[in-house]
């Protein structure tokens, strides 16, 4: 009886995608937190950086105002991003490993696009604003009504994306509540 070669793994066939029994939510949920505590660590280092135009990040935050857009895009980062993804990535596990459920993998694609989006849109343009406004009241010393038209711009844009990413989290977590089990 002649045996098979083994196939080294690269060239082995991937079934993750073509089966639909094997998990694979979880794990892009997770990698998304993984990416994000990624992101999240360097903008930790970028913050505390003493080297300009870093270095002006801290009082920037200290001196309140638009310094609080920034700081608050760095929490949402951080709460949403890597909590975020990480529980939705727990959840889904629940879901497809220890009940056995499927999951609709429209509505979970859609819903990591959108809060993927949605997050990154609304951090970046929360921290841009934020450090600008902030360097042009703090440093520069810029009155409140130069501020506020520097600012303006923004709102909506931060509203928009906002909204985008609660309704992929909605998505997300819709598809997890209406998973079903496989037919036998």
Same mark, same amino acid.
């Given at each position: 009886?002649?045996?098979?070669?083994?196939?080294?793994?690269?060239?082995?066939?991937?079934?993750?995608?073509?089966?639909?029994?094997?998990?694979?939510?979880?794990?892009?949920?997770?990698?998304?937190?993984?990416?994000?505590?990624?992101?999240?660590?360097?903008?930790?280092?970028?913050?505390?950086?003493?080297?300009?135009?870093?270095?002006? *990040?801290?009082?920037?935050?200290?001196?309140?105002?638009?310094?609080?857009?920034?700081?608050?895009?760095?929490?949402?980062?951080?709460?949403?991003?890597?909590?975020?993804?990480?529980?939705?990535?727990?959840?889904?596990?629940? !879901?497809?490993?220890?009940?056995?459920?499927?999951?609709?993998?429209?509505?979970?694609?859609?819903?990591?696009?959108?809060?993927?989006?949605?997050?990154?849109?609304?951090?970046?343009? *929360?921290?841009?604003?934020?450090?600008?406004?902030?360097?042009?009241? !703090?440093?520069?010393?810029?009155?409140?009504?130069?501020?506020?038209?520097? *600012?303006?711009?923004?709102?909506?844009?931060? !509203?928009?994306?906002?909204?985008?990413?609660?309704?992929?989290?909605?998505?997300?977590?819709?598809? *997890?509540?209406?998973?079903?089990?496989?037919?036998?």
């Amino acid at each position: 009886m002649r045996k098979e070669p083994s196939l080294p793994s690269w060239r082995r066939k991937r079934t993750s995608r073509l089966d639909p029994h094997k998990p694979l939510w979880y794990r892009r949920y997770r990698g998304a937190a993984y990416l994000a505590t990624l992101a999240a660590l360097v903008w930790t280092v970028v913050i505390v950086l003493p080297i300009k135009p870093f270095s002006y *990040l801290p009082p920037i935050i200290a001196g309140g105002g638009p310094g609080t857009w920034f700081f608050m895009a760095y929490l949402l980062f951080l709460s949403i991003g890597v909590g975020g993804f990480g529980g939705l990535s727990s959840f889904a596990y629940t !879901t497809e490993v220890q009940e056995g459920r499927l999951i609709d993998s429209k509505y979970m694609s859609v819903g990591l696009a959108l809060v993927g989006f949605g997050l990154s849109a609304t951090c970046i343009l *929360l921290a841009i604003a934020g450090a600008l406004g902030g360097y042009v009241l !703090t440093i520069n010393g810029a009155s409140e009504t130069m501020v506020q038209n520097l *600012l303006s711009p923004y709102v909506y844009p931060v !509203t928009t994306s906002t909204l985008l990413a609660v309704l992929g989290a909605v998505l997300a977590i819709s598809a *997890l509540v209406r998973a079903r089990r496989p037919s036998p």
